[in-house]
């Protein structure tokens, strides 16, 4: 059977690419119209979806609750219970912007065991970030990134590590919308 294709194909093999072709340039025309369908940082929900209605309903009767950002920080030396490990981590959310931060919840804020690992050289700070939607806590992060992790902790024997739904957000969206050269082959001219 696939012997027949192939000869059939292969006879034919002029109508075949120009067939290839004028469904290749109708492809490219339609699909052109995605990108207005499209919206940046928009959690793969559609806005007029009944779960995103209920999503909405919800915030608007409970508040949101969301760990927008995690951060992971750790020390190989100290503990929690070590004031110069507390001091370092405080002083470096203490430095974040109130108009990009709305809420941090650490250890030493809640006393929530949950933030502790088991061998208390490691915990959480979680942080509820301004904006209204996705895109403008998006922009509340950036305004932030760079303080999250500054040099003093590693003055202090604590490193950072930073996680969460935002930040995941923001590097997906920054490798979709890169715009890199294709490398070009030797082989062929294609490219």
Known sequence: MFEAWGRALYTRRRLALGIALVLVAFAAV???GVFGKLSS????????????????????????NDA???????SATRTVGDPAYRQAVTAALD???RADVTRVSTYWSTGS????????????????LTGADDAARQDSY???KAELT???LASGGVTARVG???????AINSEVTATSPRPSCSRCRCC
Do not use: C, K
Request: proline share 6%; charged share 15%.
């Open 142 to 144: 950036t305004s932030i």
């Open 68 to 74: 927008d950002v995690v951060v992971l920080y750790r």
């Open 95 to 97: 430095s974040l912007s």
């Open 150 to 152: 500054p040099a003093s």
């Open 30 to 32: 339609w699909g052109t």
């Open 164 to 170: 969460g739904t935002v930040p995941m957000e923001a």
């Open 113 to 128: 065991q949950r933030l502790v690992s088991a061998d208390r050289h490691a915990t959480y700070a979680v942080l509820q």
């Open 41 to 64: 940082g928009n959690s793969f929900t559609p806005p007029a979806s009944q779960s995103q209605r209920e999503a909405d309903q919800a915030s608007q009767a409970f508040g949101r």
